[in-house]
Nanobody, 121 residues
Framework: VQLVESGGGSVQAVGSLRLSCAASERTFSTNDMGWFRQAPGKERAFVAA????????SYGDDVKGRFTISRDNVKNTVYLQMNSLKPEDTAIYYCAAGLGGGLSRSNYDYWGQGTQVIVSS
C-alpha cells in the first residue's frame, strides 16, 4: 500500500486546512487509518485514527474538538479536517495504514512521506 499525503501548507492561527491521504490499492478499505505528526525535536505523536468501516474514530487530546478524521473507501482516501489551528499544531503530518489501528505507531504497517503544516501566530 502506497500512501501519498497532500494539503499541507502555511496558515495563520485560527485558520483551517484539510489534509488528504490517497492510497494506491483497494486493500485500503480493509485497513484502519491514522494521522500522526512530528514537530521539530519531538517524537511522532498520535493525532487521529479511523476504523476500516469509518464507524469508529479516536483523537489525541491536543486536537479533540478541532480536528475531524474521515474516509472515502471508494476514492481510497482518508482526510483530516483541521480547524482552529494553533501555532503548536505546526509539524509534519503523516498518514498511516494498518490492520491494528488505534493510537500506537506500531499498529501501522504503511506510512506516507508526510506533508508540512505551518501555523503562524
Amino acid at each position: 500500500v502506497q500512501l501519498v499525503e497532500s494539503g499541507g501548507g502555511s496558515v495563520q492561527a485560527v485558520g483551517s486546512l484539510r489534509l488528504s491521504c490517497a492510497a494506491s490499492e483497494r486493500t485500503f478499505s480493509t485497513n484502519d487509518m491514522g494521522w500522526f505528526r512530528q514537530a521539530p525535536g519531538k517524537e511522532r505523536a498520535f493525532v487521529a485514527a479511523i476504523s476500516w468501516s469509518g464507524r469508529i474514530t479516536s483523537y489525541g487530546d491536543d486536537v479533540k474538538g478541532r480536528f475531524t478524521i474521515s474516509r472515502d473507501n471508494v476514492k481510497n482516501t482518508v482526510y483530516l479536517q483541521m480547524n482552529s489551528l494553533k501555532p503548536e499544531d505546526t509539524a509534519i503530518y503523516y498518514c498511516a495504514a494498518g490492520l491494528g489501528g488505534g493510537l500506537s505507531r506500531s499498529n501501522y504497517d504503511y506510512w506516507g512521506q508526510g506533508t508540512q503544516v505551518i501555523v503562524s501566530s
